[in-house]
């Protein structure tokens, strides 16, 4: 009688979690994310909450160094067949805790959100008179973390690559205290006009 009442009681306990639902959370979060500017955090949720019958209660929070830019978080909307919230946020530089919860923290994702300043250029490449025919060595000057963004060298706006117009090689990056040093060599100057650079995320 004990036995057969313990397996009902587990049978129970199954059938509860099973028609309360579980949400299954999953945060994301761009790549790159700049300091001071807007970004989206979403939280997706995989299962409806069976148990009232509705979509599943979903709360994003984030830390000290973020603040939200709406008064409210949006309700969960349903998207091929899972349920997502988005909250815009600003943060400061730096790494910074996102949680998503729901249903009472039943259900609870992390993540570990590195704010980076966003590039930016300090100098430009000084203007130089050569002959046609010479080698030139020019330089950009950027701010911000060169682990994200790369640097394109433009003439005629069409980006500079290896070929029969351009012979080029880019020498490393020269890291400074506030940005880093960015050269390219063109071996054998054949088309004058504006060379410039450009920071891409």
């Given at each position: 009688?004990?036995?057969?009442?313990?397996?009902?009681l587990l049978?129970?306990?199954?059938l509860?979690?099973?028609?309360?639902?579980?949400a299954?959370?999953?945060?994301?979060?761009?790549?790159?994310?700049?300091?001071?500017?807007?970004?989206n955090?979403?939280?997706?949720?995989?299962?409806?909450d069976?148990?009232?019958?509705?979509?599943?209660?979903?709360?994003?929070?984030?830390?000290?160094?973020c603040?939200?830019?709406?008064?409210?978080?949006?309700?969960?909307?349903?998207?091929?067949?899972?349920?997502?919230?988005?909250?815009?946020?600003?943060?400061?530089?730096?790494?910074?805790?996102i949680?998503?919860?729901?249903?009472?923290?039943?259900?609870?994702?992390?993540?570990?959100?590195?704010?980076?300043?966003?590039?930016?250029?300090?100098?430009?490449?000084?203007?130089?008179t050569?002959?046609?025919?010479?080698?030139?060595?020019?330089?950009?000057?950027?701010?911000?973390?060169?682990?994200?963004?790369?640097?394109?060298?433009?003439?005629?706006?069409?980006?500079?690559q290896?070929g029969?117009?351009?012979?080029i090689?880019?020498s490393?990056s020269?890291?400074?205290?506030?940005?880093?040093?960015?050269?390219?060599?063109v071996h054998?100057?054949?088309v004058?006009?504006?060379?410039?650079?450009?920071?891409?995320?």
């Amino acid at each position: 009688m004990k036995c057969t009442s313990a397996l009902l009681l587990l049978l129970m306990i199954l059938l509860l979690r099973l028609y309360t639902g579980s949400a299954e959370l999953t945060l994301h979060a761009p790549q790159n994310v700049y300091a001071g500017e807007p970004t989206n955090i979403t939280c997706t949720a995989g299962v409806r909450d069976f148990k009232h019958n509705s979509a599943p209660r979903i709360v994003i929070s984030v830390g000290n160094g973020c603040t939200e830019l709406q008064n409210k978080q949006h309700k969960p909307e349903e998207f091929n067949g899972h349920y997502q919230v988005q909250l815009a946020i600003t943060c400061r530089n730096g790494t910074h805790s996102i949680d998503c919860y729901s249903n009472g923290k039943d259900e609870v994702d992390n993540i570990n959100l590195k704010v980076v300043k966003k590039p930016k250029i300090i100098t430009e490449p000084r203007n130089i008179t050569i002959e046609v025919g010479l080698p030139v060595t020019l330089t950009c000057f950027v701010e911000g973390d060169p682990n994200h963004y790369w640097v394109g060298w433009m003439s005629r706006n069409s980006i500079i690559q290896q070929g029969q117009q351009h012979s080029i090689s880019q020498s490393p990056s020269f890291k400074l205290t506030n940005g880093t040093m960015h050269y390219l060599t063109v071996h054998s100057i054949k088309v004058s006009g504006k060379y410039e650079c450009k920071v891409y995320s």
